[in-house]
């Protein structure tokens, strides 16, 4: 069983920048596809990155490609968004996930472990 945990969400205003990490327990972290959701209040969970085991494959979603970066250090078992220039519309609770599949994904139901989830509010 893996288990995530994020952190790094919080406040901010318009044009700054924010870091999130999720933490993974378990000894397959290494092998695992790992993505960034997020869901704003009333809307569906929607992709936000996905990176593969080895950090050579990356996929965005449109509405934070050059803004946001994802990575993962695999030493650490921990997979990081780092997100800049921010916009009020990025305003969302931020989840961490993986799949045991090892192929990109931008849809939810194909990922297999979820982590709690991380607040953050983007004020214009």
């Known amino acids: 069983q893996v288990q995530l945990v994020e952190s790094g969400g919080g406040l901010v205003q318009a044009g700054g920048s924010l870091g999130l990490s999720c933490a993974a327990s378990?000894?397959?972290?290494?092998?695992?596809?790992m993505a960034w959701f997020r869901q704003a209040p009333g809307k569906e969970r929607d992709f936000v990155a996905s990176?593969?085991?080895?950090?050579?494959?990356?996929y965005y979603a449109d509405s934070v490609k050059g803004r946001f970066t994802i990575s993962r250090d695999n030493a650490k078992n921990t997979v990081y968004l780092q997100m800049n220039s921010l916009k009020p519309e990025d305003t969302a609770v931020y989840y961490c996930?993986?799949?045991?599949?090892?192929?990109?994904?931008?849809?939810?139901?194909?990922?297999?472990?979820w982590g709690q989830g991380t607040q953050v509010t983007v004020s214009s």
């Open positions: 990176i593969s085991w080895n950090s050579g494959s990356t």
């Open positions: 996930a993986g799949r045991f599949r090892p192929v990109l994904s931008g849809s939810p139901i194909e990922y297999d472990y």
């Open positions: 378990g000894r397959t972290f290494s092998s695992r596809i």
